[in-house]
């Protein structure tokens, strides 16, 4: 299968500690979405790539965030200075231009900030 | 500004009643509209998407989507609940005239269906 994939899958961070998240698009899929989920709440958007230059930034993207596309394959999520607020579920999606603007999404990282 | 709005945050059915999950919508142009599934600890999956194409919309597992303009809505149903359709259904909206723009999710509604 070569969906999205995303590492880890769970992280458990003690606050204050830098974490780093890794997407894996859909090989041909040149836009890629990061979102944050808390329970019970819709994913929230956080920014979007298309290849490697970074396009939209979310106001929920805090100064302790960076996202990165280097090469415009793969992506990273880093958070820096974790607070308990952060503790959520990062997704990450991928789309082409050719669809119709669905994304395909991966299992996302759980993070949980003690 | 685009937004959804899924009226219940929770509904129960029993198995083999009839699935009506409730999505409306505000958009300022006409927007593209998506339905996703969610399982515990797992990502989201589509179930169908409406594309300004036929505004009856048919996706995977039986569920199906009609796009109404004069009620802003898009609600999702399916004839008859099985076990296996208990999970976190989320509808999701995007402006097709922006290219790459991220789709905006409603909160979700948590679907649990009883034997």
């Known amino acids: 299968d070569t969906g999205v994939s995303q590492d880890p899958r769970h992280k458990i961070t003690k606050r204050g500690q830098n974490v780093t998240f890794r997407c894996d698009p859909i090989?041909?899929?040149?836009?890629l979405y990061w979102y944050r989920q808390t329970l019970g709440q819709g994913p929230e958007f956080l920014t979007y790539?298309?290849?490697?230059?970074?396009?939209?930034k979310s106001r929920l993207l805090s100064d302790r965030f960076s996202a990165e596309r280097p090469k415009g394959s793969f992506s990273t999520l880093e958070i820096q200075r974790t607070e308990q607020g952060d503790s959520a579920m990062y997704l990450c999606a991928s789309r082409s231009d050719a669809n119709t603007g669905e994304l395909f999404f991966g299992e996302g990282s759980r993070l949980t900030v003690l | 500004a685009q937004s959804v709005t899924q009226l219940g945050s929770h509904v129960s059915v029993s198995e083999g009643a009839l699935v009506l999950l409730r999505c409306n919508y505000s958009s300022s142009v006409p927007p593209y509209l998506f339905w996703y599934v969610q399982y515990p600890n797992q990502g989201l999956q589509l179930l169908l998407k409406?594309?300004?194409?036929?505004?009856l919309v048919k996706g995977i597992n039986g569920f199906e989507a009609e796009f109404k303009k004069s009620e802003t809505s898009f609600h999702l149903t399916k004839p008859s609940a099985h076990m296996s359709d208990a999970a976190e259904y989320f509808c999701?909206?995007?402006?097709?005239?922006?290219?790459?723009?991220?789709?905006?999710f409603g909160k979700g509604t948590t679907l649990s269906v009883s034997s």
């Open positions: 999701a909206v995007s402006d097709p005239s922006q290219a790459g723009t991220a789709l905006i």
């Open positions: 090989s041909e899929h040149n836009r």
């Open positions: 409406y594309t300004s194409a036929a505004t």
């Open positions: 790539f298309q290849n490697e230059a970074q396009l939209e």
